[in-house]
Antibody, heavy 120, light 110 residues
Framework: EVQLVESGGGLVQPGGSLRLSCAAS????????MSWVRQAPGKGLEWVSV???????YYADSVKGRFTISRDNSKNTLYLQMHSLRAEDTAVYYC??????????????WGRGTLVTVSS | QSALTQPASVSGSPGQSITISCSGT?????????VSWYQQNPGKAPKLMIY???NRPSGVSNRFSGSKSGNTASLTISGLQAEDEADYYC??????????FGGGTKLTVL
């Protein structure tokens, strides 16, 4: 069974930093493209970033230059390092990946999310 | 990148069919057969309902179907049921190798 478990969320002041983690199991982590998707309270979904199995990375314009996605295949863990956080970054952050049949850029599997609140 | 355009809300009675549209550009929806649809219930993670415009993941009811014409994709739900009431989001791959979501549509089953 595929499981994605996010952690690391919390309350942070504007301008601060935070690192999110996503522990993956139940599939060959090293072979999958892994993404972060966020959802501000009461708002819609916003794709944040992807890291390919090759290590290539892509970012939404709204976070480019502030967020860094990375992966540790030896630990089956995905990360999102967030710097220069703003109030508008407040959201539930989901880790997501595709299934064998669907592939990128589809998200068959999602974690439960971790809440990041940026406020003074 | 701009969000894809979806109607804020749609409604229908049990047994009816409804269609949710998702409008983009030739750089996303119109340029690739990589449109997905997600269902999200309150407090839950999204669930993939349609991928690659028309394909249903295993376990998704065949009452859900997807299509695309030009820069607009559509999700149709036939034989509407109370359990279909949820928020629905489309997404598309883009020419910049990114993913963009629609603003979401709230489906109300009357």
């Amino acid at each position: 069974e595929v499981q994605l478990v996010e952690s690391g969320g919390g309350l942070v002041q504007p301008g601060g930093s935070l690192r999110l983690s996503c522990a993956a199991s139940g599939f060959t982590f090293s072979s999958n493209y892994m993404s972060w998707v966020r959802q501000a309270p009461g708002k819609g979904l916003e794709w944040v970033s992807v890291i390919y199995d090759s290590g290539s990375t892509y970012y939404a314009d709204s976070v480019k230059g502030r967020f860094t996605i990375s992966r540790d295949n030896s630990k089956n863990t995905l990360y999102l390092q967030m710097h220069s956080l703003r109030a508008e970054d407040t959201a539930v952050y989901y880790c997501a990946t595709s299934g064998y049949s669907s592939g990128w850029p589809n998200f068959d599997y999602w974690g439960r999310g971790t809440l990041v609140t940026v406020s003074s | 990148q701009s969000a894809l355009t979806q109607p804020a809300s749609v409604s229908g009675s049990p047994g009816q069919s409804i269609t949710i549209s998702c409008s983009g550009t030739s750089s996303d929806v119109g340029g690739y057969n990589y449109v997905s649809w997600y269902q999200q219930n309150p407090g839950k993670a999204p669930k993939l309902m349609i991928y690659d415009v028309t394909n249903r993941p295993s376990g998704v009811s065949n009452r859900f179907s997807g299509s695309k014409s030009g820069n607009t994709a559509s999700l149709t739900i036939s034989g509407l049921q109370a359990e279909d009431e949820a928020d629905y989001y489309c997404s598309s791959y883009t020419s910049s190798r990114l993913v963009v979501f629609g603003g979401g549509t709230k489906l109300t089953v009357l």
